[in-house]
């Protein structure tokens, strides 16, 4: 039997919580919050950054976690690579905290950090101060923050002419991670195949293009799947530009999974953002995966991979 504990361990998170605040920490909260665009949304003082600068230098110590803690719990945001991207700020009021989230660096926006944050900070929340419910507090016009909250789990509890309040309790969190525990089937991709992909999906979005269905279920296959080195791929998975043959609701099919600028049904060339496309990435000869597309449901079984990038050594496509 799968566990609410044993579900939040399955997989590596991408983002880490540190509740560990150094000087060098702090020195980079200060660069963060004297960017305007950074600071617009949050309700701190403008001069909150002149504040931190005033306390680090009084205070000649090289871990200062207490200062940061004073008013709830205060955590830097570290990537899987160990690099701080931005902070977080538990304020716990008995069974209840408000949580504000924020993404420091700029350059790292719109690759999901936020969302992926928020997540992490559910677990804290949750797990280890044992609250009962989360609320964030929004700006309208905060879209970006928005998007997050909601893709994470978030609802709108309440609506004022400045702020949007946000809410998930303890028991829809568990609800929700309950029902995402056991993924249908293994998924793989490669390093080099989940950069491009994040990249595409994050210029279709700058180019006006809505997240519809298609970006929307490309991105969280891409999300759930287990992301490896392009050597160590299993020759048997559908990566980016294999060929393979395929048994469409009973009808045999060979098609190539390329990128969308390269699709082209007259040379069975298949456009990842397709519905089929983004069915059969990252999945392996034999499997057989039910999918929605235009005309119903399809049943899609992988019968044999015909080419593989990776396996023929052909790195550079």
């Not at 230098?57 to 871990?63: D, E, F, G, K, Q």
């Not at 660096?105 to 719109?110: A, E, I, L, N, Y």
């Not at 994050?202 to 392009?230: C, S, W």
Request: proline residues 3%; aromatic residues 8%.
């Amino acid at each position: 039997m799968i566990t609410t504990e044993d579900v939040v361990k399955m997989k590596e998170p991408s983002i880490f919580l540190c509740p560990e605040i150094t000087r060098e920490n702090a020195l980079l909260l200060i660069h963060w919050l004297r960017d305007h665009e950074v600071r617009k949304y949050l309700s701190d003082s403008q001069d909150v950054s002149t504040s931190i600068e005033q306390v680090i230098n009084r205070v000649n110590l090289p871990i200062l976690t207490h200062l940061f803690s004073q008013n709830g719990r205060f955590y830097m945001v570290y990537d899987k690579h160990n690099i701080a991207v931005g902070f977080v700020r538990l304020v716990i009021k008995g069974t209840q905290a408000e949580m504000v989230i924020v993404i420091g660096d700029r350059t790292r926006w719109g690759q999901k950090l936020g969302t992926n944050t928020i997540r992490e900070t559910m677990k804290v929340a949750f797990f280890e101060h044992r609250v009962q419910k989360l609320i964030a507090k929004i700006h309208h016009e905060n879209k970006r923050s928005i998007k997050a909250f909601i893709n994470a789990g978030f609802r709108v509890e309440q609506d004022s002419p400045a702020l949007l309040s946000f809410s998930i309790t303890l028991e829809n969190y568990v609800q929700t991670i309950q029902s995402q525990a056991i993924p249908s089937s293994d998924i793989y991709i490669t390093e080099v195949d989940e950069d491009r992909l994040r990249k595409l999906i994050t210029e279709e979005l700058r180019n006006g293009r809505e997240k519809d269905g298609a970006l929307q279920e490309l991105e969280q296959e891409i999300d759930k799947a287990t992301v490896v080195h392009p050597r160590k791929l299993s020759q048997f998975v559908v990566s980016m530009n294999s060929r393979a043959r395929l048994r469409l609701n009973g009808d045999s099919m060979e098609v190539s999974l390329v990128y969308p600028r390269d699709a082209d049904m007259s040379q069975k060339k298949l456009s990842v953002f397709s519905p089929v496309g983004t069915a059969i990435l990252g999945y392996s000869e034999g499997d057989t995966i039910s999918w929605k597309i235009p005309s119903g449901t399809a049943e899609i079984h992988i019968e044999k991979i015909l080419y593989q990038p990776e396996a023929a050594g052909d790195y550079h496509l």
